[in-house]
């Protein structure tokens, strides 16, 4: 499209010229043959009547410069001494040319008297305009005789020139219109040798960003597109690669992390078994032993959550986590996560009874603890949980009585391991818990917003879908 416009306006623009050029080159040989005649005419004839010349004389005159080569009418005008005017009128036309064919502004110029000078040698000159009389072309051109005689006109039908300039005109339009279709031609064979290799590499380059690494470009030819398309499947090659020794290794972390804390759940098992019975017997332990028991026990209950987050999270990255699903009161689900774990009194829940969702109780079960625990340990009780439906969607926000999360802290809170303070990277919880909740939200097509709450306190706002069957049905979420 480009090269045909550029083509097109090369075309008109050289057709244009040319026909501009040809026309000023057609009437300027035409006007100056002619008016150099009528000069030398009126300097031979014209100027050799005798003073107050008749009429039959101008005719005579007239008819005889009129018989020139150059085929112009002829007017010669004489004013007698009693304001009497003589004509003396002929031509090659049907009409006799007339006075009132020549344009006043004309006639104002030819009888206007210069005055001598060093750069003015006469007084008068001949001077000549190009006339539309009736629409056709004409040049009209006048002057007088020096020192006294007629006043000599000229009449010149410019129409052959016009019919030339109008032939001219043609044949450069239809020179343009061979161009033009010279031009679609050139056109067409360019975007087959080079326009689709273009749009070849644009698809391929597309595809490849699309994941699909393996796509290579079909090359042919020594040109700069082959090197290129050389080049683009060398990087393909490279990418594939690349990718797949990241995928091997994101795949060994992920083997290793699930191999790590499966072996890591036998000795925790006996190493909880034995912190449980130290637990109950430390009040009868020496005092000097108590604390390192106390502490015993809590690292290893710490330990054991880091161990069953660890292989949570290796399942999402797997693509294994499922749901299983049941029909819920959530306003129900909420309260028995609270009472289980012992926050009724820090916990304020606003939630109607008979909201029904359908979805995995469990992990709603891990969203709310990860939440509720979060609100109370870094914001103060109380903390306040609503719930609510909107349209398709349940909404479940809590809000914690703190002073809110900082603003750089805020894109960060949901990453794993990730911790507000980084002087405190030993502080209690593994940095896993918001990652998990997230996860569990996503894999029921919902999502876990985080935020400040007008008015102070962080508030993480959790939407679900109210029947999680649909959006399985959709491809929205893992299935069951």
């Known amino acids: 499209m480009v090269f045909s416009l550029v083509a097109l306006t090369a075309a008109v623009s050289a057709s244009g010229i040319a026909y501009w050029l040809n026309r000023e080159a057609v009437l300027t040989r035409t006007q100056d043959a002619a008016l150099g005649d009528f000069r030398q005419q009126m300097q031979n004839r014209a100027a050799a009547l005798p003073a ?70 006469s007084e008068y000159h001949v001077y000549w305009q190009r006339t539309k009389p009736h629409g056709n072309p004409y040049l009209v051109g006048g002057t007088r005789i020096v020192g006294g005689g007629p006043t000599g006109y000229m009449y010149k039908s410019l129409a052959q020139e016009r019919d030339d300039l109008n032939a001219l005109g043609w044949s450069l339009t239809i020179a343009t219109g061979l161009a033009l279709l010279g031009s679609a031609l050139l056109a067409q064979g360019a975007a087959r040798t080079v326009l689709k290799p273009v749009q070849r590499l644009g698809d391929a380059a597309r595809r490849l960003g699309e994941g699909e690494l393996d796509h290579r470009l079909d090359v042919s ?124 009194d820090a916990v304020e829940l606003d939630a109607e009874r008979g909201i029904v969702a359908r979805l995995d109780p469990r992990r709603l079960d891990v969203i709310l603890a990860n939440l509720i625990g979060n609100a109370l340990k870094h914001g103060g009780s109380p903390v306040r949980v609503s719930v609510r439906v909107d349209d398709e969607w349940l909404v479940i926000a809590v809000r914690d009585n703190g002073p809110g999360i900082p603003e750089e802290v805020l894109p960060h809170v949901f990453d794993r391991f990730y911790k507000a303070s980084a002087s405190r990277p030993k502080s209690e919880g593994s940095g896993l818990g918001l990652s998990i909740a997230v996860e569990n939200a996503h894999i029921h097509g919902g999502e876990i917003t985080a935020a400040n709450a007008e008015g102070g306190g962080a508030l993480f706002t959790l939407r679900l879908p109210v029947d999680v069957g649909k959006v399985i049905a959709r491809g929205g979420a893992n299935d069951a």
């Not at 018989?67 to 002829?74: A, D, E, H, K, T």
């Not at 004013?79 to 003589?86: C, F, G, K, P």
């Not at 994101?250 to 449980?276: G, I, Q």
């Not at 009040?283 to 000097?288: A, Q, V």
Request: some cysteine.
């Open 52 to 121: 107050d010349p008749t009429q039959e004389e101008l005719q005579r005159t007239a008819e005889l410069m009129a018989g020139s080569s150059q085929g112009y009418s002829v007017l010669l005008v004489d004013e007698r001494a009693d304001h009497r005017t003589v004509f003396g009128a002929a031509g090659p036309g049907p009409g006799a040319f007339r006075l009132e064919d020549v344009p006043a502004s004309l006639q104002r110029a030819v009888n206007d008297r210069q005055k001598e000078t060093s750069a003015n040698d």
């Open 221 to 344: 030819g020594n040109d700069e597109l082959a090197d290129l398309s050389h080049t683009f499947n060398k990087t393909a090659e490279a990418l594939e690669k690349k990718v797949a020794d990241m995928s091997a290794r994101e795949e060994a972390s992920r083997r290793f992390v699930a191999d790590m804390s499966h072996e890591l759940r036998t000795p925790l098992t006996a190493l909880t078994a034995v912190a449980e019975v130290l637990e109950e017997e430390a009040d009868d332990l020496d005092p000097m032993i108590a604390p390192a028991v106390k502490l015993v026990v809590s690292e290893t209950r710490r330990l054991n959550d880091l161990v069953e987050n660890l292989m949570e999270v290796t399942r999402f990255d797997a693509g294994t986590a499922r749901l299983v699903l049941d029909d819920v009161d959530v306003a129900d689900q909420v309260t028995a996560c609270i009472d289980a774990r012992a926050w009724l």
